[in-house]
């Protein structure tokens, strides 16, 4: 029949179609309110009000970068329209029953399938392009800074909505639309929606470096393909140019599954209400005909007793489950988030070097929250609407309404139904949990811990948002406008702590707290049973709200059922509100009283503005001389149970600077509670100790060398609970403080300024940068201005079950009045900062040439201790043989629990996070721990010999600590670690430029840029040592501990330690190292062409090697300058492994020039691949052109 | 016995739905006649407890229905005029949540679900899902509902329409075999299904009850008042210019025109009035003369 008519015909019944829904969907309501939602969503993204997607200032807010990440992270909100305009295209007919009158008229079938998608699909694109102009809006909003906003101009606009939001939304409207023909659910189209987003969520989370050409495909939304186009790019670049390089591809299958997916609906569709042509059922066997049973007597007990209503309830739930139980969508949701699980985990690797972690159950719980909170948003937004609104679209609500059943069975089923659905999620999650410990071979699976961690502390808060979304359903007209007012409500929700609104009172959630193995759920337990118990009473007024006004019966507006609903309010009603308002007000005060009165509410922003205060008020003592410590006697009494510790001692400060002081700051964390301090000899002038500043005058001038003694008497408290950032150092078991937190340290702390781009909101100038190189002011300076050692004893009290540990020699132990005492008292004089742990211990021991090596830990994670000890006897063996001998004669590693992720170095002294060292798999790696290796090496730099502050003062800390545990695994494990790590540290320094915040510095000036001084430093040493060799570079070294190892001021620079290594390089290698350290270079290195010919019992192979050389300013601007330095040059045997995991057959450096170049060499074995600087010791941006393989050119 | 007094609902938008309605209902099958917009269904429905007057007061056996609503709900039967089912859910399933709903349990529940589905002929097909059924079946399935736990007051609003006559016949049947001692309230705008069944009825229009009584007593008001004759078509225009014209029936191919007049017009003969006449005579009495051609 559709062949009898003209193309015109077709053509004019299309755009009848196209011209009727469109404008249908263009006078609805619900439009303009979607419209609207996504142009202020994609305004307030782009001006970083709520969601922060670039905090670096240097990134404009029209910058392209910024452009297309807003669109890229809202895109998943672009399948909301999809579904609303063009799924309810379709199966707005079938719901309706008006499928057959449009079935029967002669419309083509094309033309009507056809209109239908475009009206629906331009619906979409109109309100994607409204999205757009929000984030063109952006910069001409006031509340944008100035300094953020560069010059204008539309064209990154367009292309971000023509190649990233356009083909989204025809993507989505193609594969929504396509599902609901063949399927006739709307359901499975929400089905889609989720699998999108799992497979984005996968496909990301997998997305390691280098990124593999086809992963970049499978990206739905193309995440993947912008990010890693920009991976390497610097700021200048990502304020300008587009990341668009890898999206074409993308883009064309994409778009061409799309089009198939409409071809298939539109070969397959049928106007006809026969059954959805992919569910065509084979007919069911009609049930077999028995005669009915005839009772004898119809005595029917009708039964309106609590019991009966029990009943009543019970059926009314199974109706309600069944209705989520038959759909698919629920099945498919489990298996997702079951995947979605696997993907999280999976993903979840160390953040040292990107090792896995032993599937703790502490380390899986930690991924619920995170992996689970946007499926059960979706569930429940879906869910909620469907269920609260069922009866009334299914048509059942006046025989419902009819019925003798009391009316809080409808919101109580419903409820518990979608509680039901958040639990079986949870459950499903942690078994799967479950199922990936035990193939990994962890069987200690704590199923009391995690019924505790996923039921209570994560469960919880997604039953509170159950109740809530029964409660917007019942205030919502219908089951759309539902789903986006209970989306309206949860995004609303989700973005309170961001803009300020940070008060748990009113958040309307259950915070995600850490569990850590050492101390469980230790000082989070009393508040998050708090909150449950209060958040619990005002879910019950919520539903019992939600019953008053329940829509029953026949459809009654929301005044009429207010109206309704005062008649109701009796007895038990009344009763339950009484008793959840009174308690809900109850623990409101006793919340109150923790966070506000016995401790102190301050909000984010208070306290940034307090922090500037200290500034705008104290800086002027910033750079005045102050005494330092030379002699400190510490005594701490620690109560771990109550969090609370007592700090008493004197200290000797002695005047190192050459003029006479009169008057000092000392700094003190005003955490503390101050009972005394006392300077000898001087009155406090100021005493701020809101701020933890005092300024001493002192009666006579303190001369050069003089000394004076202080004392105190403090105390750190911690009572009840905080609103947020509660004190994670001081914990039941597995205390870890420093001492410059509980005692008064002299100077002004520049520690608590204000950093970055808060500052100007302030009224503070820009950041105080690091003095300049050879600044001879500085010379003398250190941190908080220590200039001198000194000597330290601490005498630590703690209960009698834990042990005490700080640097120094163990002099005494003893136990008095049940508690444990322990003396340590340092061997030589040390930099004044020590670190002071406490917890239940266990120890494991082990010698190395006298000096005693102990690892306290956890009973709990044995496993990396062995690995620990090896490292530590391999490193000091090494260090004392190439640097100088080990200062200390003990070396301890300390536990402490994952509420602070890092290894920090103090005399002979590491304290290392649980999550971190001691719940690494180290099985598949080296023998050799990282961050053991990397603090021992502090040892020498940073104790022994400490930088002076000023530029580049990081460098002789990190870089030469990195340096050493490169050294230590080239000479003790097999090749393929070292070159893994080094592969790991080159992308990690250009991944980081992206986010400099003011300009790249070279390596001699870096002002504390830790991708400069951890990474590209340290390759650029390591390079210079494979060309000049070990030997040479650690004369250097030696030379340069041996000026400044141990000695007072003047201290160390970063040009001190090049020029150490200027001496020991040749004068060819001079201008390398002035590339190295004192320029920003990049290089850019590639094998064009090459190619093997046997020659003699051998091989000759030549390569076509071009290189080129740019250098770049601070933003990442370059310019190219002539190449002339050395390069390794690599052959490699044939093998389907990466060269990192290959012996070379062949490994020189060669001289190369600018431009093109051919080198020759001979090789013994037949090779496979070549290649120019294959292990990442140049910087090079695109290192996937060095290596070329010889069968595939 | 129902009694309603000085039913009143107002619609936002100034619209009475319903008027002032007083009703006095006994046990026994009751007809409320109207065309459509009359105000039926929502009387039915105000009735039923689901929608709330804003005046009046409502009483059934000593059940004050607007304060007490429970109290009417455990002994009413309602099947609405449009009604649907949850999806794939067969008819035993739905019957049985219906009857838990209602107070029935156990093996009870069995037992009236069972033999509501035998009467409503509706047993072999207890397994199908509802929403595969036919007109027929659905309103039968409605039916079975609307009789779970023996109400005693049962309102069937606008039941037989989309029924075939063996359907329609059936469906009267049970009707008077269930209506003999309990209040049913059939409301509908087939005068056909009031004339067989009802020994009394109301007739409703613009909200109000225009009329009450018993069949036959309305009908003899119109004994003698009541003429016919045969007119072409295209006559009909003029006869209605000079007679009042109660309607105009198609016989044969031939219209039959029937006039109310106290006097025999010209050419016109006697009709034996019917309760479609009643009705028409009822409507065009207060000025609702919607469609009499």
């Known amino acids: 029949m559709a062949w009898t008519q003209t193309w015109t015909e077709r053509m004019r019944a299309f755009l009848d179609i196209l011209g009727f829904e469109l404008r249908t969907h263009l006078s609805s309501p619900l439009f303009y309110v979607i419209a609207l939602l996504f142009f202020l969503l994609h305004l307030l993204t782009i001006t970083q009000v709520g969601i922060h997607l670039g905090d670096n200032d240097l990134i404009a807010v029209n910058s392209t970068w910024l452009i297309f990440r807003t669109e890229l992270v809202l895109g998943a909100f672009g399948m909301l329209p999809a579904i609303i305009f063009v799924v309810t295209a379709i199966t707005r007919d079938h719901e309706r029953n008006t499928a057959a009158l449009f079935f029967t008229t002669p419309v083509p079938r094309l033309s009507w399938l056809l209109g239908r998608f475009s009206a629906g699909t331009l619906a979409a694109v109109l309100v994607g392009f409204a999205g757009s102009l929000g984030s063109l809006a952006g910069p001409f909003m006031p509340w944008v800074e100035q300094s953020r906003i560069g010059p204008f101009d539309w064209w990154p606009y367009a292309v971000s909505f023509g190649a990233l939001g356009l083909p989204n939304l025809l993507v989505f409207c193609a594969f929504f639309f396509s599902i609901a023909a063949l399927t006739r659910s709307a359901a499975l189209s929400f089905a889609a929606a989720l699998g999108l987003l799992v497979l984005e969520v996968v496909v990301n989370g997998n997305a390691g470096a280098p990124v593999p050409q086809w992963l970049l495909l499978a990206d739905p939304f193309a995440g993947l393909p912008v990010a890693e186009a920009g991976r390497y790019w610097t700021v200048s670049e990502l304020n300008s140019q587009m990341p668009t390089a890898f999206l074409l591809p993308n883009r064309v299958l994409w778009l061409g599954l799309a089009f198939l997916a409409l071809a298939l609906t539109c070969w397959r569709y049928r106007m006809d209400l026969a059954q959805a042509p992919f569910f065509r059922r084979r007919p069911r066997r009609k049930a077999a005909t028995t005669a009915p049973p005839i009772p004898a007597e119809i005595t029917h007990s009708v039964r309106f007793d609590v019991g009966a209503t029990l009943l009543q309830f019970r059926s009314h739930l199974k109706m309600d489950l069944r209705c989520v139980l038959q759909g698919r969508f629920f099945w498919l949701v489990l298996l997702l988030g079951v995947w979605g699980t696997i993907s999280e985990v999976r993903g979840a690797t160390s953040i040292l070097i990107g090792l896995p972690l032993y599937p703790v159950t502490s380390v899986m719980l930690g991924f619920f929250r995170n992996a689970l909170l946007q499926f059960v948003l979706l569930l429940l937004i879906y869910y909620s609407a469907v269920l609260v609104h069922r009866e009334r679209d299914c048509g059942l609500a006046e025989m419902t309404g009819s019925a003798p059943c009391p009316a809080w069975i409808m919101a109580a089923s419903k409820t518990i139904v979608l509680c039901g ?278 009666a006579s001038p303190l001369q050069p060398g003089g000394t004076l003694t202080m004392r105190w008497d403090l105390e750190r408290v911690n009572q009840g609970f905080v609103n947020s950032a509660p004190d994670n150092e001081l914990v039941a078991n597995g205390t870890f403080v420093s001492s410059v937190d509980i005692m008064p340290v002299p100077g002004y702390n520049n520690e608590r300024e204000v950093t970055g781009g808060d500052r100007a909101r302030f009224g503070l100038p820009p950041a105080a940068r690091l003095p300049a190189l050879g600044d001879p002011s500085h010379l003398d300076d250190l941190r908080f201005g220590v200039d001198s050692r000194s000597t330290f004893r601490v005498v630590c009290g703690t209960t009698a079950d834990q042990i005490a540990v700080a640097p120094g020699v163990l002099k005494t132990e003893w136990v008095e009045n049940g508690r444990r005492y322990f003396e340590y008292v340092v061997e030589r004089p040390i930099w004044p900062h020590v670190s002071l742990l406490s917890a239940r211990y266990t120890v494991a021991r082990d010698d190395w040439n006298g000096v005693s090596l102990e690892v306290y830990h956890d009973a709990k994670h044995p496993w990396n201790v062995p690995t620990m000890l090896a490292t530590a006897r391999t490193a000091l063996e090494y260090f004392s043989r190439e640097f100088s001998p080990y200062p200390h004669s003990y070396f301890r590693i300390l536990e402490y629990p994952r509420y602070r992720s890092a290894a920090k170095s103090f005399p002979g002294t590491i304290p290392y996070a649980e999550n971190i060292g001691f719940m690494t798999d180290l099985r598949g790696w080296a023998q050799l721990d990282y961050a053991t290796l990397h603090e021992l090496a502090h040892q020498w730099w940073g104790e022994m010999a400490y930088g002076a502050r000023m530029q580049g003062r990081q460098v002789l800390n990190e870089t030469l600590a990195q340096y050493s545990t490169f050294m230590v695994f080239k000479q003790y494990a097999d090749p393929v670690w070292l070159r893994r790590i080094l592969v790991h540290t080159q992308n990690g320094y250009l991944e980081a430029r992206g986010s400099e915040a003011v300009a790249e510095q070279p390596v001699l000036l870096t002002e504390d840029q830790g991708y400069i001084s951890y990474n590209k430093a340290a390759l650029a040493l390591f390079a210079l040592q494979e060309l000049i060799g070990a030997e040479r570079v650690h004369r250097a070294l030696r030379s340069y501990l041996g000026k400044f190892a141990e000695k007072g001021p003047p201290f160390p620079t970063s040009r001190d330690l090049v020029a150490e290594l200027r001496a020991v390089a040749g004068p060819e290698y001079q201008p390398l190292i002035t590339d190295l350290f004192e320029r920003i270079m990049l290089y850019d290195t590639s094998v064009v062409a090459a190619e093997a010919r046997p020659v003699g019992d051998g091989y000759e192979v030549t390569l076509e090697v071009d290189a080129r050389q740019y250098e770049s300013n601070g933003t990442g601007v370059e310019t190219e300058v002539p190449l002339d330095t050395w390069f390794q040059i690599a052959v490699f045997p044939e093998s389907d492994r990466g060269v990192i995991e290959l012996t070379p057959l062949y490994l020189e450096h060669h001289r190369l020039r600018s431009g093109a170049q051919r080198i020759t060499v001979r090789v013994q074995e037949k090779p496979g691949t070549v290649a120019v600087d294959p292990f990442h010791l140049m910087i090079d941006r695109t290192p996937n052109n060095n290596v070329l393989n010889l069968g595939r050119q | 016995m129902l009694q309603l007094s000085s039913v009143t609902k107002t619609y936002p938008g100034g619209v009475r739905a319903l008027d002032e309605i007083d009703l006095a209902i006994p046990a026994g099958l009751f007809g409320l006649l109207g065309p459509n917009g009359a105000g039926k269904s929502t009387l039915m429905r105000t009735i039923a407890t689901l929608q709330a007057p804003d005046a009046g007061t409502i009483t059934f056996d000593g059940i004050d229905v607007l304060r007490d609503k429970t109290a009417l709900r455990c002994v009413l039967g309602y099947l609405p005029q449009e009604f649907g089912a949850y999806p794939r859910t067969s008819a035993e399933t739905m019957l049985r949540h219906f009857a838990a709903l209602k107070g029935l349990h156990g093996p009870a529940q069995k037992d009236v679900v069972n033999r509501l589905l035998t009467l409503t002929n509706l047993w072999d097909e207890r397994k199908r899902s509802v929403d595969t059924f036919s007109g027929g079946m659905k309103q039968r399935y409605g039916i079975a509902q609307a009789l779970l736990g023996s109400p005693r007051l049962l309102i069937v609003d606008e039941p037989t329409a989309g029924l075939d006559p063996a359907e329609r016949r059936r469906f009267q049947n049970l009707l008077v075999e269930v209506g003999e001692e309990i209040v049913v309230i059939l409301s509908t705008h087939l005068v056909d299904d009031v004339a067989e069944l009802c020994p009394r009825l109301a007739i409703m229009g613009q909200g109000r009850i225009l009329k009450t009584g018993e069949p036959r007593q309305l009908i003899e008001e119109l004994r003698g008042r009541l003429w016919a004759c045969v007119v072409p078509r295209t006559e009909v225009q003029d006869m209605r210019a000079d007679h009042t014209v109660l309607s105009c029936r198609l016989k044969s191919g031939l219209t039959e025109a029937r006039v109310l007049s106290e006097q025999q017009p010209d050419g016109m003969t006697a009709a034996s009035p019917t309760l479609d006449d009643v009705y028409f005579a009822t409507l065009l009495e207060h000025g609702l003369d919607a469609n009499l051609d």
């Open chain 1, 421 to 698: 659905i958040v639990t079986s999620l949870l459950l499903v999650s942690m078994l799967t949990s479950i199922a990936l410990q035990a193939a990994a071979g962890y069987t200690d699976f704590e199923l009391g811990l995690y019924l505790q961690g996923v039921f209570i502390y994560n469960g919880f808060y997604f039953y509170m948002l159950c109740a809530l979304a029964v409660f917007v359903q019942v205030l919502s007209p219908g089951k759309w406008s539902g789903m986006i007012l209970l989306l309206v409500v949860f995004v609303a929700l989700l973005s309170l702590d961001g803009l300020g609104f940070e008060h748990l009172l009113y958040g309307f959630r259950i915070p995600d707290v850490v569990y850590s193995d050492m101390n469980g759920f230790g000082h989070f337990r009393l508040p998050t049973y708090t909150l449950i118990a209060y958040w619990s009473a005002f879910c019950a007024l919520l539903l019992v709200l939600a019953h008053l006004l329940f829509p029953s019966g026949y459809y009654a507006s929301l005044r009429e059922r207010l109206r309704d609903a005062r008649i109701h309010i009796r007895g038990p009603v009344a009763r339950t509100s009484a008793v959840a308002l009174v308690v809900f007000a109850g623990l409101g005060a006793f919340i109150f009283y923790n966070t506000n009165v016995l401790n102190d509410y301050k909000t984010r922003e208070s306290n940034l503005q307090l922090r500037a205060r200290y500034e705008l008020d104290y800086g002027r003592y910033r750079n005045e001389p102050a005494p330092s410590f030379v002699d400190v006697d510490l005594k701490v009494e620690l109560y771990p149970e109550e969090r609370r510790l007592e700090s008493r001692g004197s200290g000797v400060l002695r005047n190192n600077k050459h003029d006479a002081i009169v008057e000092f700051a000392v700094a003190l964390d005003p955490r503390n509670r101050v009972n005394a301090m006392i300077v000898e000899g001087a009155t406090p002038v100021i005493q701020d100790t809101a701020q933890g500043f005092y300024l001493f005058s002192l």
